[in-house]
């Protein structure tokens, strides 16, 4: 009996600990975990699925775009919807992980999706495309840029691929001479990351500058940074590439500044998202650039209003993320109105009805003025390069 | 120069492998069961002070006694709930249940802190340490480690040769029926030996935390499995065993980084080890044990 009150009173320790750790939570309205479904499908209105992280390491990606997305949903609706149809939006949590990704989008197939927007990470996105394809199911990726994430002719995508990232990158060093000597630290073990690696590499040849050093890390491996950093440093690198995302990279901010390595960092899209990691010290992200298709302090009306809308709804400045997401329905939305879909058509001939409307659109973006795409499911547009600046994302001259 | 300030690096990798594989060390040598929650109990203790400073604006000290003694509470409560009622089952399904706990634990953690990625604030205040005019640069919190792991060694050994607790543990770890007969509590023996090794996974943690300031709540999976190695390749249940076995595993990591390829720095760490198990299969400095007819 006396054990069984002693196990009782450890279990409610553990219970009353783990409500001790709450006190960050509350002030996070949008990390609660989503309930299955929860949004009802609505008949009449058109049913489009998201998909994306929201919780796990690459939480940032996912939320944003969900609420990106949101925004362009309600905008929409408020509009009146697509030739008279209005939309509803339902955002699935796959935690960047292939497998959750592809029950999410059962999950949403269940609920009635015709239209699929995302996936938001490139892994997951290439498993669900392959599921799409077999239905037939219309899918645009507002981030997923790896080159297979829109291998089936159903899938587009809005952001740049890896490939032309890492071609974009490098011609951007190049033609502003940026740099003389190069360092790449990459993640060898994520397709994102490599393939980016590749293209840059590549173009690097045709640029006037030299890469000095190729360094590579696995996601098992992704602490320390001392030998890929001093490698970097001992060959007079100034400019060092991070082809990574922003967890690994704020690691290796801090290591570098620990190291006394002073020099110029330049990342792409994955980078996006440095400034909102808690607690980390921005002055060590002072001066790193980015190259990524949107600047939230840009003038022009679209970015100036939806910033404000996002900032009003979500409390903070929105990333790229957010743009592609918000993009991404509005690409959904040109190509249903210009291929004169209705809700009650079956989800494949909405697709083949997209598929031809997608090439002939052209919609005003936030990550880009004027983008068309190919039957390829590429997007076409320019890159900006970002810089960060007194702890704020800004357009570089 | 290049080769001693790679093998300082390896060193101070090593030393928080070290740490880490103490506490698993401690446990394997005793209870002898594998407890692979042994890297998240090191995320909870990471969580705790990362609470109580940067959240709460409290003092470090404090934030690391707190640390310590949640830890310690947790480990004990796991073993209570978790473990015990398997103490007569099969080695492996208490495997599995560890395996389970360590799954429990991170899931908590990403309902508690969620999955954003928290920058760490040092616990260390100690400046780094520079030689040869700024090319070879010890971090405060190496230092650190390197000492609070070689105290803790020496405590460790010293507890379990000279009190009459830690003699207790041995009799446990070499005959629990027998320990029984011999009148010592073997409940609370092991519960003992599951506070202090969750509460070196608390030291562990803030160190850890220290070193790579980057904490989410799958911070002690990786370290905790190479932790695991490293005890394995010091010769698990050996207490030198798993100080050395760390610092080693350490600096094979960091020079093949450096010298072969950054790509492939784990599959060398790995070869290491299987070469070392081939050619003595009870690790460096494990003890072989004959069975007796």
């Keep these: ?397 | 120069m290049g080769f001693i300030s790679y093998l300082i690096d390896g060193i101070s990798l090593g030393s928080v492998y070290a740490l880490i594989a103490l506490g698993y060390t401690m446990v394997y040598g005793i209870a002898k069961m594998l407890n692979f929650a042994h890297g998240d109990v090191i995320m909870i203790g990471g969580y705790t002070v990362y609470t109580i400073v940067s959240t709460m604006g409290l003092s470090p000290w404090l934030g690391m006694a707190a640390s310590v003694v949640v830890c310690t509470v947790l480990g004990v409560a796991v073993e209570k709930i978790a473990y015990k009622p398997l103490r007569m089952a099969s080695p492996l399904a208490v495997l599995i249940t560890a395996i389970g706990v360590s799954y429990f634990l991170q899931n908590m953690g990403l309902l508690i802190f969620t999955a954003s990625p928290k920058a760490f604030t040092s616990v260390v205040s100690i400046s780094n340490i520079k030689l040869a005019d700024g090319a070879l640069n010890i971090s405060g919190v190496t230092l650190v480690t390197i000492i609070t792991c070689i105290i803790i060694m020496i405590a460790l050994m010293f507890f379990i040769k000279k009190t009459k607790a830690g003699r207790a543990m041995v009799a446990v770890s070499e005959d629990k029926g027998a320990a029984l007969l011999m009148g010592i509590d073997v409940n609370s023996t092991i519960s003992l030996t599951f506070a202090i090794g969750s509460g070196l996974a608390a030291v562990a943690g803030f160190l850890l935390c220290s070193a790579y300031p980057t904490l989410t709540p799958y911070t002690g999976a990786m370290p905790g499995i190479k932790a695991f190695v490293a005890a394995v390749f010091g010769g698990i249940g050996s207490i030198p065993g798993a100080f050395i076995g760390g610092i080693l595993l350490g600096i094979i990591e960091i020079l093949s980084k450096a010298y072969i390829s950054s790509q492939l720095s784990d599959a060398i760490v790995f070869l290491v080890l299987i070469l070392v198990l081939l050619i003595k299969p009870t690790g460096i400095l494990g003890k072989e044990i004959h069975e007796k007819v």
């Design chain 1, 1 to 397: 009996m006396k054990k069984k009150i002693v196990s009782v009173l450890l279990a409610a320790t553990l219970a009353v600990m783990s409500l001790a750790g709450c006190g960050n939570q509350a002030s996070d309205k949008t990390s609660t975990a989503e309930g299955k479904n929860e949004v009802e499908a609505e008949e009449g209105t058109f049913l489009i699925g998201g998909i994306g992280p929201v919780t796990g390491e690459l939480a940032i990606y996912g939320m944003a775009e969900r609420n990106g997305a949101q925004i362009a949903v309600d905008e929409i609706n408020e509009a009146g919807g697509v030739n008279g149809t209005k939309l509803t939006f339902n955002f699935q949590d796959d935690e960047g992980d292939a497998e959750k990704s592809v029950n999410a989008y059962n999950n949403l197939k269940d609920w009635g999706m015709q239209i699929l927007c995302g996936t938001v990470t490139s892994t997951p996105c290439i498993a669900v495309a392959a599921k799409s394809s077999q239905d037939n199911l219309f899918q645009i990726t507002p981030s997923g840029s790896a080159a297979d994430c829109i291998g089936p002719d159903n899938a587009f995508r809005v952001c740049f691929s890896d490939p032309d990232q890492g071609t974009k990158s490098a011609e951007y060093i190049g033609e502003n001479k940026l740099a003389k000597k190069v360092a790449i630290i990459y993640d060898s073990s994520d397709v994102y990351s490599s393939g980016i690696t590749d293209k840059f590499v590549k173009e690097a040849e045709e640029q006037d500058f030299e890469i000095v050093a190729k360094e590579a890390f696995t996601a098992d491996n992704k602490t320390d940074f001392s030998v890929q950093i001093k490698k970097a440093q001992s060959e007079g690198a100034d400019l060092v590439f991070l082809p990574i995302y922003y967890s690994q990279a704020a690691l290796i901010l801090q290591q570098a500044n620990s190291l006394g390595f002073e020099t110029t960092f330049f990342g792409c899209d994955g980078l996006d998202g440095i400034l909102g990691v808690e607690n980390f010290d921005q002055k060590l992200a002072e001066g790193v650039m980015l190259l990524t298709p949107f600047a939230a302090d840009a003038t022009d009306e679209l970015t100036k209003n939806f910033v404000a809308k996002y900032k009003e709804e979500y409390g903070e400045v929105p990333n790229q993320f957010a743009a592609d997401g918000y993009d991404a329905i509005y690409a959904i939305a040109a190509a249903l109105e210009k291929g004169e879909c209705k809700p009650d058509m079956s989800v494949s001939d909405i697709c083949e009805a997209m598929k031809k409307a997608m090439t002939e659109i052209s919609i005003e973006g936030l990550t880009g003025e004027k983008i068309t795409w190919d039957e390829s499911g590429a997007p076409d547009k320019e890159a900006k390069a970002v810089v960060i600046k007194d702890g704020a994302y800004s357009l570089m001259e």
